[in-house]
């Protein structure tokens, strides 16, 4: 059965559906190797990667 990617994402923990939208149209999720489109539907079969930025309080030179 498929469902929609960021319904899965959410569940996973990744945020809320809305925010994981927004990282769909920012081309920040991937699934098979190709970027994520708004719509897109996965089974437990796809490979997602989801690039979650995180700010890093020091700069290391």
Do not use: F
Request: charged letters at 35%; glycine letters at 8%; one cysteine or more.
């Amino acid at each position: 059965m498929d469902e929609k990617l960021q319904k899965v994402l959410a569940r996973a923990g990744y945020g809320s559906r809305r925010e994981l939208e927004e990282w769909i149209a920012a081309g920040r999720v991937k699934v098979n190797g190709a970027v994520a489109t708004l719509g897109d539907r996965v089974t437990d079969k796809d490979k997602v990667v989801a690039l979650k930025y995180v700010q890093c309080p020091h700069i290391i030179e």
